[in-house]
């Protein structure tokens, strides 16, 4: 066949199928409703299980209280009336130490032969001092003198489960989707939250607390991803700050439930049965469109989305979108999620570089945070005020923190918020342990200073890692939390050797992480990326911006070239 004169193509007499239109997801989000009344609701409904997760936290401050005790006395001891009690290197009445029977039998003996008295260990026990606690599982199992570590065990356990929970739940989220594990996270904590009340023995209170610390980390890692990805970027913020108000204000919560229940089961099971009702309406959630986009499963996209029109009011709006629009808008630029691993997060080097520095300030920030929450009777003051007294200075911070996230960006608060901590744990290490009270101001604004940083690690970390594996990224993230959650007894455990120690080790890693903070990207006012080549190619460009000294078009050639 001759080619065409002049080598121009012949028209062709067969007309082409209309293609559809392309349309980037936010826009498509905006057309059924990006912030009406399926978003309040979803988010409220996310929320609300949201308020107990500190009290699963912390329960343990009420639950495992430690009041006063001594030796019970042997039967024949108690029927002579004999009772002197041996003391301790500090010349106090030692609580996990009995004279042997035969030399209480002679009460009129000295206090100096007393001294030089042959002790032996409480055998038939310890009487505990009930007027503050009805019980705790330290006076159910004993759990007093040699057997002390084992309460910090309890708690290690639990976050050894969140640990685990977030190896298994983060790469199950990303590929079976966010609400069916959340769904089952849910119904977890509330059998195994529920289980831990009904405890025989010690043993299987720690294995329900490692399985309810599992759940938890299930839901921890899908409810903020699953409220993110259906609302629109100028929104990400307030919606975070809502959920992390509703963290803070569970601490509040739990001071009030410790305080009118003193039963360390009842109180158990009050912060665990209401996620049976969590369960039931967490059916009603839909899945994330943007990851059934991401994971090519366009039909049941379309028809979530036409039922978050429905319920916004735009039903009309949501019966023209149409099929071809989802599969031109995503279809061709994301890869199926069966090519993705948690061996991604490390193989780019912008993303290898987001997930070192998340990582290490999620470590870094939650062990010295747990480490200044787990020990409130270290204060010496009410444990109930100081629980109390806690939750709110964390939700002051956690309000201005919200407000300057909308100013100032997310890394800049990240890293700020860090340092000052840092600095104000560091700065209560010359104050003499007289001045209590000045020393208890600066700890607390130095917690105040994680929990903003910690609000605003949610949001960051939900924005810097790519749809595809953004839930294994949100794993990893996790686990370093509950790695450094399970670290912080240990360090606590330091201040035996050298008092001073635990207080300089919190002070000198929440600084360095925030020094790493500042290698990572800003996403003020940039949307959500879906694939790791978008990750990298905002780097390379802002890479490229900063050579040629062009800041200025860094986020605008992102939004343009970034279809969401």
Same mark, same amino acid.
């Given at each position: ?73 042997? +039967? ?5 009336? @004999? ?23 002679? +009460? ?40 002390? +570590? ?21 790469? &199950? ?6 609400? *069916? ?39 921890? &890692?899908? %409810? ?42 009842? =109180? ?12 039931? %309406? ?26 978050? $029109? ?7 709006? #949501? ?29 780019? !080097? ?7 520095? *998340? ?20 204060? #010496? ?13 964390? =939700? ?29 744990? =560091?700065?209560? *290490? ?20 994680? $929990? ?9 970390? @939900?924005? =810097?890692? !790519? ?24 360090? &606590? ?7 001073? *120690?635990?207080?300089?080790?919190? #002070? ?57």
């Amino acid at each position: 066949m001759m080619s065409p004169v002049g080598g121009k193509s012949r028209p062709s007499l067969v007309p082409k199928a209309p293609k559809a239109p392309t349309i980037s997801f936010g826009d498509l989000l905006e057309e059924v409703g990006s912030m009406g009344l399926f978003q309040f609701f979803s988010v409220l409904l996310l929320s609300l299980p949201v308020l107990l997760l500190a009290s699963h936290n912390l329960v343990q401050n009420f639950s495992a209280a430690s009041p006063e005790h001594k030796c019970r006395l042997s +039967p024949s001891t108690n029927a002579s009336g @004999g009772h002197p009690v041996p003391l301790d290197q500090n010349q106090l009445p030692d609580r996990c130490r009995r004279f042997v029977h035969r030399m209480v039998l002679d +009460p009129n003996s000295s206090l100096d032969e007393d001294r030089g008295a042959e002790t032996e260990p409480c055998h038939d026990g310890w009487l505990y001092d009930n007027s503050t606690f009805a019980s705790t599982i330290v006076t159910e199992w004993d759990l007093v003198c040699n057997l002390q +570590p084992l309460k910090n065990l309890a708690q290690s356990l639990f976050m050894a489960g969140m640990l685990v929970g977030a190896f298994i739940f983060g790469d &199950l989220s990303d590929r079976f989707g966010r609400r *069916l594990i959340l769904i089952w996270s849910l119904l977890l904590v509330a059998v195994m939250g529920s289980g831990a009340t009904l405890s025989g023995s010690f043993i299987a209170y720690c294995v329900f607390r490692f399985l309810s610390g599992v759940g938890i980390s299930g839901f921890l &890692l899908n %409810y903020i991803c699953l409220s993110l990805e259906w609302v629109p970027t100028r929104h990400r913020a307030i919606v975070i700050a809502t959920q992390s108000y509703c963290s803070t204000a569970g601490q509040v919560l739990l001071a009030g439930l410790a305080y009118g229940i003193r039963d360390w089961r009842w =109180l158990q099971l009050s912060i665990s049965a209401p996620f049976f009702c969590f369960f039931a %309406y967490s059916w009603w959630l839909p899945e994330s469109a943007r990851w059934l986009l991401a994971n090519h499963k366009h039909e049941a996209a379309l028809c979530n989305l036409k039922r978050v $029109a429905r319920i916004n009011g735009k039903a009309a709006t #949501g019966d023209t979108v149409f099929l071809e629009m989802l599969e031109t808008q995503v279809g061709s630029k994301t890869s199926g999620r069966g090519t993705h691993s948690c061996l991604d997060l490390f193989r780019t !080097p912008a993303l290898r570089r987001i997930s070192c520095c *998340l990582m290490f300030i999620s470590f870094s920030m939650n062990m010295t945070y747990f480490g200044l929450s787990m020990d409130l009777s270290m204060f #010496g003051l009410n444990i109930f005020l100081m629980q109390l007294f806690f939750g709110s200075i964390d =939700l002051l911070a956690k309000m201005g923190c919200a407000l300057m996230l909308t100013y100032f960006g997310r890394r800049t608060i990240q890293a700020a918020s860090l340092v000052l901590a840092g600095v104000f744990l =560091l700065v209560t *290490l010359p104050v003499p342990p007289e001045m209590l009270l000045v020393r208890m101001a600066l700890v607390v604004l130095g917690k105040g200073c994680l $929990a903003a940083s910690s609000m605003c690690l949610y949001l960051y970390g @939900g924005e =810097l890692f !790519p749809t595809v594996i953004r839930q294994t990224g949100t794993s990893f993230v996790t686990a370093m939390a509950r790695l450094g959650g399970m670290v912080a007894p240990m360090v &606590l455990l330091a201040g035996g050797y050298q008092p001073s *120690l635990p207080l300089l080790i919190f #002070g000198i890693t929440p600084i360095i992480s925030g020094i790493s903070a500042g290698f990572l990207p800003e996403m003020l006012q940039v949307p959500l990326m879906d694939t790791i080549e978008q990750v990298e190619e905002r780097a390379s460009w802002k890479s490229k911006a900063i050579l040629e000294e062009k800041p200025g078009k860094i986020i605008d050639h992102v939004i343009r070239s970034t279809h969401f």
